[in-house]
């Protein structure tokens, strides 16, 4: 499992140091295949490390078959607020998004991977997907066992979360129906009220934005570590243009910089959720106090290649202060002379993924060949090359 933040200097403020992150440890599930298939993690090891993870997955507390946002070493929840203290459905796609995208890179003809197969189908079949809807046509972030639903938080897009809504239709054993997924995430069509920015539609409606249309990098990044947009289109939008259109919106806005912060242009870009000045912040167009997020743009690879590219080479021949022991630090600002020697999961881990599907499409092909996968793509009306078989 990934640890939430990992801090070079060892100064952790909350005394937060050993809390386990759900999503986080999605993503680097799908790492970790990137290391065994890139040579970095021997195959051997990487799978007693899995086996490891499904054991801790397996014996976790879970709320109706959703594992909370963060997790103590010894499985209990360790609340992320005073009444988020329960499951966490979006972090729970996250991590069921890195154990299907795993269960697909294992092989089945051989007995231990296939036990391994088995867990895991295990895990994503105990999701209560449907039981989060509240009986409504919307699925809902939270629950607890000792608030109920009192953070009320209806998931509407468009944000992060479209693989929640992907997932909670395509399991087996407790899915949602096309109405959840119309009238919840695309809020009865209103999603795709899409706008001009920078030149370029912003496709969907981002939401609670405000004078600035585009949501954090990160939106662009989560919901497509397996979820291809290659070619991915429904009723609502082009899912590649609207993740290219996003990326080279804040390239752009970073290149005009319009609050001429110091270091903006086309080699230091990209602003997303990550530390701030202010401990933690979701960085975009709008909501910018000069604090670039290197995983912003290395993230995007694939819909900014060159751009992207550009970028990392800044970084480590012009800027290699800024180069811990796993990469770029997780974020720095020029302007205020500031940068944090830290790292957190949820940032780290998209880099490597999505550089590899700009590479190969490993991750891409491996999530979407999975059969539940496909089954819920169709019963929420999308059309992609994978679902032409």
């Not at 066992?145 to 509407?156: A, K, L, V």
């Amino acid at each position: 499992m990934a640890r939430e933040r990992y801090h070079e200097d060892n100064v952790y403020p909350a005394q937060d140091k050993d809390i386990i992150t759900s999503g986080g440890s999605g993503f680097g599930l799908m790492a970790m295949i990137v290391g065994i298939e890139r040579g970095f993690v021997e195959r051997g090891k990487a799978l007693e490390r899995l086996d490891k993870i499904l054991t801790f997955l397996e014996n976790t507390d879970r709320f109706h078959g959703a594992w909370p946002h963060w997790l103590n070493p010894d499985g209990s929840v360790y609340p992320f607020s005073l009444k988020d203290d329960g499951g966490d459905i979006v972090e729970t796609a996250f991590l069921a998004q890195g154990l299907l995208t795993f269960r697909q890179y294992l092989d089945p003809d051989k007995a231990d991977e296939m036990d391994l197969i088995q867990r895991i189908q295990t895990l994503w079949e105990g999701i209560e997907w449907s039981w989060y809807t509240q009986d409504q046509d919307v699925l809902y972030w939270h629950w607890s066992p000792n608030y109920g639903w009192e953070m009320n938080f209806p998931i509407g897009g468009y944000n992060e979360a479209l693989i929640l809504y992907v997932l909670a239709a395509a399991s087996p054993t407790y899915p949602i129906n096309r109405d959840v997924y119309d009238k919840g995430w695309a809020r009865s069509g209103r999603i795709s009220e899409s706008v001009t920015y920078y030149g370029l539609d912003t496709e969907l409606d981002h939401f609670e934005h405000d004078v600035a249309p585009v949501g954090p990098l990160f939106w662009a990044h989560y919901s497509f570590l397996g979820l291809n947009p290659k070619g991915l289109t429904d009723s609502y939008a082009d899912y590649w243009k609207l993740n290219e259109n996003h990326a080279r919106i804040h390239y752009r806005y970073c290149l005009e910089n319009p609050q001429e912060h110091e270091g903006y242009g086309e080699n230091m870009w990209g602003l997303t959720s990550s530390y701030s000045l202010q401990f933690y912040a979701a960085h975009r167009p709008g909501d910018d106090p000069g604090v670039i997020s290197p995983t912003a743009a290395l993230s995007s690879m694939p819909y900014t290649p060159d751009e992207s590219i550009n970028m990392l080479r800044q970084l480590y021949s012009a800027h290699d202060s800024l180069i811990g022991q796993f990469g770029p630090y997780d974020a720095l600002s020029f302007e205020h002379d500031w940068y944090v020697p830290r790292y957190l999961a949820i940032d780290q881990g998209p880099i490597p993924v999505m550089i590899e599907n700009h590479r190969s499409g490993l991750l891409w092909d491996l999530f979407m060949g999975n059969e539940d996968v496909k089954r819920g793509l169709r019963s929420l009306g999308f059309q992609s090359p994978y679902l032409e078989d």
